[in-house]
């Protein structure tokens, strides 16, 4: 996956925990995953579709989620409620959104998300698409964003000769 | 001041009440899609509509087509995280007042809403 796909996640996760709660998140190295077990607890996820598809995922432990949904929200949330979810659902959704603002493609489309919680559940993404994980450290613990796009190269084509 | 908030989160809906509540404003009314809004939108009789994009059942540009069909005065502001500017500019055609990029500080909201009541002339 071409380093400027990562970047504008870099950005984004750095500008919506700064922007909406002021927690300040440090970058280590991005790597490739390698198998479908979810990083965390908690995975927060979106899909991608356009010129551009594939899945973003948030992924916290769940203390460390506890703790971000209580700056975020300014509430403290049992982990099987609903309104932690909706929070969850919320970041990544803004971190996605972001993040495609930065894309040099047009006509890339989100879609809303999906949140599951519990532990050693999977993630499929779809097969050939590398996925990038991208480890992010902060006071409320180690969260991961896991980038897992590709361009859709058929659509492309046949969109342009159509 | 009545004021309408459209958005599938409850979290972002939060967030907004919170601020509009700073701003004075106390009467609100929610609704989780357009298709809620519109069901709602003609006995609350909204001053203002804060409305998401991105929303299951019923988008937010939809629902701001649909309603300035019969309203072209309520202002509308669209809360969103589309921050293209083509998007930005599709939603100003099909009807929005001003626009709000998420992630938002309550400041930027704040200021927003006020500008926006402002140039649309609305008493408080």
């Known amino acids: 996956m071409d380093a400027n796909m990562i970047t504008p996640f870099v950005n984004a996760i750095q500008n919506v925990f700064s922007t909406m709660f002021q927690l300040p998140v440090e970058i280590g190295e991005p790597r490739l995953k ?10 927060g996820i979106i ?16 203390e460390a989620a506890g703790s971000i949904i209580t ?4 509430e403290e949330f049992e982990a099987e409620s609903d309104d932690f979810a909706d929070a969850v659902g919320e970041l990544v959704n803004m971190i996605s959104g972001n993040a495609k603002a930065e894309f040099q493609r047009k006509g890339v489309s989100i879609s809303c998300p999906s949140v599951v919680i519990g532990a050693d559940h999977t993630i499929a ?23 897992a796009l590709r361009e859709a190269e058929a659509e492309v084509s046949t969109s342009a000769a159509a | 001041m009545k004021i309408l908030l459209i958005d599938d989160s409850k979290t972002m809906r939060n967030i907004q009440k919170s601020v509009l509540k700073q701003l004075g404003y106390t009467e ?13 939108i003609g006995a609350f009789n909204p001053d203002l509509c804060l409305v998401d994009w991105n929303m299951p059942v019923m988008d937010g540009l939809t629902f701001v087509t649909t309603f300035r069909q019969t309203n072209k005065t309520t202002p509308l502001i669209m809360v969103t995280t589309e921050a ?17 990029v998420k992630p938002f500080t309550p400041d930027l909201l704040s200021e927003r809403i006020t500008e926006t009541l402002a140039k649309c002339s609305v008493g408080s």
């Open chain 1, 34 to 43: 390698t198998n479908r077990k979810a990083t965390h607890d908690v995975s």
């Open chain 1, 47 to 62: 899909g991608v579709s356009g010129v551009m598809t594939g899945t973003i995922v948030l992924s916290m432990p769940l």
């Open chain 1, 71 to 74: 700056l975020f929200t300014g």
């Open chain 1, 125 to 147: 993404v779809q097969s050939g698409t590398p996925c990038v994980l991208i480890p992010c450290s902060t006071d409320c613990g180690e969260v991961v964003l896991e980038v």
């Open chain 2, 28 to 40: 609100i009314e929610e609704a989780c899609d357009g298709q809620d809004a519109l069901s709602k």
């Open chain 2, 84 to 100: 293209e500017k083509a998007r930005v500019i599709e939603a100003i055609k099909a009807g929005v007042n001003n626009y709000v």
